[in-house]
């Protein structure tokens, strides 16, 4: 078991972090602010809400993303602010989050393919990508097909299996990028727009993965075999 801080838009997060296969359940305490016209609603279903609304399919830096709340283990004493006639409560609560840890074994469908190796899609997750050194060797990228190939060496020779789109891929977990994307103050008067475009574009999480071992790569190349 881990013990992570994070910070959710200026509340200190306490994460206990327990590994699950590629999932995580996390054990959070935020605070949560409820609107006067909730207030008819059970207090448990209506923070529910807010923190799927807050947390549901967001990165949460250094942690994962986290995809549902699990449940909710405690609830401290609400206030009403001045001014806010909103109610505030800390909660602590146990979120299902996606963190595979290094080395863990995925399948997963090819996405795309580029000259920066073949992207693979969860289904509920797309930014893990196999960089051409990873892939089972030696391959080649075919330009026409837009297609990873390893070129198989047989006794009869060289035989090309392509990495098509859609094709279901075993991969290793080998690297993880965590960049923080939140908002950050006003650029200076010479920072040009396209550069904080392409912040804006970069991914908050990232997985690396590799095929270069036996049994890793397309299912379809080891049920044949």
Sequence with gaps: MFVWAVDLSGSRVVC???????????????????????????????????????????????????????????????????????????VHFRYVVFHPFLDEILVGKIKACSQEGVHVSLGFFDDIVIPPESLQQPTKFDEAEQVWVWEYETDEGAHDLYMDIGEEIRFRIVDETFVDTSPTGPSSADASTSTSEEVQKESPYRLTGSISEPGLGLLSWWTNS
């Design 16 to 90: 206990n972090i327990v590994l699950v296969a590629m999932f995580v359940l996390v054990e959070m305490t935020d605070t949560v602010r409820i609107p006067p016209w909730q207030f008819e609603r059970k207090l448990n279903d209506a923070i529910a809400e807010e923190l799927n609304k807050k947390l549901a399919n967001k990165v949460v830096y250094s942690v994962g993303l986290c995809i549902c709340l699990y449940d909710i283990t405690k609830l401290e004493d609400s206030y009403i602010f001045p001014g806010d006639g909103a109610s505030h409560t800390k």
